[in-house]
């Protein structure tokens, strides 16, 4: 059987997001992150704000799903969660690159939800074993449109469900602070183009369940809305 092009089956299609108040997309690489980054959630999950740096965990590129989708629950859980994040998107890449350059490679922001399967994480962290399965399964990443440029870091950030407020804090309140966050896992891997960031949670993670909608926003950016079915 003859291939396409080279490959032995048809390439799969390039990840993207939209962007905000154009026709063009933002082609995705891989998606970052970050777990614990705000005091009140690390307490909310039982550890503790002031013991460790940032770390980090990776969902699929093809994880991306566009606001105001429709998905289905998830398989393999019975404890699936909202966990609303500010995403960072970069054009550039780089490694070891100090906290005074790293504004130079981001090239917009989002709005985002990092969906998780809280049963199988908490199954994972009592085996110590990776949180993939938790993290990364399909159509784990909502994202809303990407808007080019430098975001206010007084934003608030807030998540509903079906209208009701569940998540709200500001972006000032982060135990790292964007450049911290991206200088650090830049020390880790070389950061390259169509990377996208998510940078962890406020407290007030809760669950999702069939039929909901449940909407992230953050001041002066679309929301990142996704219905349950």
Known sequence: MTGVAGFVFPPP????????????RFAVRRIFCV???????????????????????????????QSGATIPYPPATANFHHEAELVVALHKGGHMVP????????????????LTRRDLQAEAKAARRPWDMAKGFDQSAIIGAIRPGP???????????????????????????????????????????????FTGTPAGVGALEHGQTCTVSIDGLDSAVVTIR
């Open 151 to 197: 975001i206010d870091t007084q934003a608030a950030i807030r998540c509903h469900v079906d209208g009701s407020l569940r998540q709200e804090a500001r972006l000032s309140d982060m135990i790292w602070p964007v450049p911290a966050i991206i200088a650090q896992l830049s020390r880790l891997i070389t950061l390259c183009p169509g990377d996208l960031i």
């Open 99 to 114: 906290e005074g350059e790293v504004e130079s490679l981001i090239w917009g922001h989002a709005a985002g939800n990092d």
């Open 35 to 65: 777990g614990r980054n705000y005091a009140e959630h690390t307490r909310e999950m039982g550890g503790d704000p002031s013991a460790e740096p940032p770390f980090f965990f990776t969902k699929p590129a093809d994880a991306v799903v």
């Open 13 to 24: 299609p390039q990840p993207s997001a939209a962007v905000a108040g154009r026709s063009e």
